[in-house]
């Protein structure tokens, strides 16, 4: 079943409902997300409902039980990630593409921004600044936006080491961080098992975490001490990298702020290499990316 289809059969069963039971469909309609990754018991003290009531309301809904109902939230949360059925879909509305693409990565742009709290920003510089290492993690997409991370830090001449899937997997790679270190980990739909792991794993080693994700029921949040969230859809490819580019360009630009002339000296090293014509061709104008 769609998520079109699930909500529209939640708001119709809706209908007659007692209060609790309507409440609980609400929150339903409105967490979507949250409610298909988080347990039976978790969403019943966020409702301060108990877990019977939930099951019932699952009955009323028109499913045998709880496990059901969350199954079928979860099938209508990966479909809205799944890039063929993406595909499936725009085809199916004949819609103008180009626009509806336009029109989502503003509203990106603008979900993420109300999201950032300038007390979180503050508290991500600070602990940058004091870790010993700073690991860059992510997997498939998301390893873009760990990447651009790292090379940013790279340039204020930070400590960082990029941690994606390559020789090794990411818990092997997870090993090696340690106290004092700090793991920033983007993670957007669908969510890897093997990242979840590897931040576990550096967690348990003493290292802090910072998460950059799309929702407070990404498995990475349970393990983090700061959580970031942007805003990441997209109608084609999955998830969008738009929102988390713009919210990495906006940390570390205060972080190079804040840093003074740490990060000013090293960025005019930095700018040096832009006149080694071994590297770049000798057009005016040039800027490091």
Same mark, same amino acid.
């Given at each position: 079943?769609? #998520?079109?289809?699930?909500? !529209?059969?939640?708001?119709?069963?809706?209908?007659? $409902?007692?209060?609790? &039971?309507?409440?609980?469909?609400?929150?339903?309609? =409105?967490?979507?997300?949250?409610? #298909?990754?988080?347990?039976?018991?978790?969403?019943?003290?966020?409702?301060?409902?108990?877990?019977?009531?939930?099951?019932?309301?699952?009955? =009323?809904?028109?499913?045998?039980?709880?496990?059901?109902?969350?199954?079928?939230?979860?099938?209508?949360? *990966?479909?809205?990630?799944?890039? &063929?059925?993406?595909?499936?879909?725009?085809?199916?509305?004949?819609?103008?593409?180009?626009?509806?693409? +336009?029109?989502? !990565?503003?509203?990106?742009?603008?979900?993420?921004?109300?999201?950032?709290?300038?007390?979180?920003?503050?508290?991500?510089?600070?602990?940058?600044?004091?870790? !010993?290492?700073?690991?860059?993690?992510?997997?498939?997409?998301?390893?873009?936006?760990?990447?651009?991370?790292?090379?940013?830090?790279?340039?204020?001449?930070?400590?960082?080491?990029? =941690?994606?899937?390559?020789? =090794?997997? *990411?818990? !092997?790679?997870?090993?090696?961080?340690?106290?004092?270190?700090?793991?920033?980990?983007?993670?957007?739909?669908?969510?890897?098992?093997?990242?979840?792991?590897?931040?576990?794993?550096?967690?348990?080693?003493? #290292?802090?975490?910072?998460?950059?994700?799309?929702?407070?029921?990404?498995?990475?949040?349970?393990?983090?001490?700061?959580?970031?969230?942007?805003?990441?859809?997209?109608?084609?490819?999955?998830?969008?990298?738009?929102?988390?580019?713009?919210?990495? +360009?906006?940390?570390?630009?205060?972080?190079?702020?804040?840093?003074?002339?740490?990060?000013? $000296?090293?960025?005019?090293?930095?700018?040096?290499?832009? +006149?080694?014509?071994?590297?770049? +061709?000798?057009?005016?104008?040039?800027?490091?990316?």
């Amino acid at each position: 079943m769609e #998520a079109g289809q699930l909500q !529209e059969l939640l708001r119709e069963k809706m209908q007659g $409902m007692p209060r609790k &039971a309507r409440r609980v469909v609400e929150y339903l309609l =409105m967490n979507m997300r949250e409610a #298909a990754f988080r347990s039976i018991g978790d969403v019943a003290d966020e409702l301060g409902v108990s877990k019977a009531q939930l099951v019932r309301v699952s009955r =009323m809904l028109g499913f045998d039980g709880y496990s059901q109902l969350k199954d079928a939230l979860k099938s209508a949360v *990966l479909g809205q990630v799944n890039p &063929a059925a993406m595909l499936a879909r725009v085809l199916d509305n004949r819609q103008d593409l180009p626009v509806t693409i +336009h029109r989502l !990565e503003h509203a990106n742009l603008d979900d993420t921004w109300t999201q950032i709290k300038p007390d979180d920003v503050s508290l991500f510089c600070s602990k940058i600044q004091e870790a !010993e290492t700073v690991y860059c993690a992510g997997w498939g997409i998301s390893s873009v936006v760990a990447e651009s991370l790292f090379i940013r830090l790279r340039t204020m001449g930070l400590r960082a080491i990029l =941690m994606t899937r390559s020789g =090794m997997t *990411l818990q !092997e790679q997870a090993r090696a961080v340690k106290r004092g270190d700090l793991v920033v980990v983007c993670e957007l739909p669908s969510f890897v098992i093997e990242v979840t792991e590897a931040v576990e794993i550096a967690q348990r080693n003493g #290292a802090g975490i910072v998460s950059i994700t799309d929702s407070p029921a990404a498995p990475i949040c349970r393990f983090s001490d700061l959580s970031f969230f942007v805003s990441a859809t997209s109608p084609m490819f999955g998830s969008s990298i738009i929102g988390p580019l713009f919210l990495v +360009h906006i940390l570390t630009s205060v972080l190079a702020v804040n840093m003074g002339d740490p990060a000013r $000296m090293a960025l005019e090293e930095q700018a040096q290499f832009l +006149h080694d014509e071994r590297i770049f +061709h000798p057009v005016f104008g040039l800027k490091y990316s």
